[in-house]
């Protein structure tokens, strides 16, 4: 299984990114999509998952600003993200969890002015 991650950048605090993410491989029809994110010095944080069946959980910190989305018959998770202010900037991970946690590459938000 292989997760590819795209759409981070550099944007200015109170603009807006999404992020994209499909899976390829052995995919589970149950199964948990999301994405994680870290910032320099931090631990990893989750941000927002989805489970295949549509129910979410957000990071408090993200609440009402971002919304996580997936499209199933395309194994693709996506996350919407607005208001983005500076402590937003982090490396996002996207994830899969189907029996055991799956990792994609890191997409850098920057927010910044």
């Known amino acids: 299984v292989q997760l590819q991650a795209s759409g981070g950048g550099l944007v200015q605090p109170g603009g807006s990114l999404r992020l994209s993410c499909a899976a390829s491989?052995?995919?589970?029809?149950?199964?948990?999509m999301g994405w994680y994110r870290q910032a320099p010095g931090e631990q990893r944080e989750l941000v927002a998952i989805m489970t295949s069946g549509g129910i979410t959980t957000y990071a408090d910190s993200v609440k009402g600003r971002f919304t996580i989305s997936r499209n199933n018959a395309k194994n693709t998770v996506y996350l919407q993200m607005n208001s983005l202010k500076p402590e937003d900037t982090a490396v996002y991970y996207c994830?899969?969890?189907?029996?055991?946690?799956?990792w994609g590459q890191g997409t850098q938000v920057t927010v910044s002015s």
């Open positions: 994830s899969l969890w189907q029996g055991i946690l799956i």
């Open positions: 491989g052995s995919i589970r029809s149950i199964n948990v």
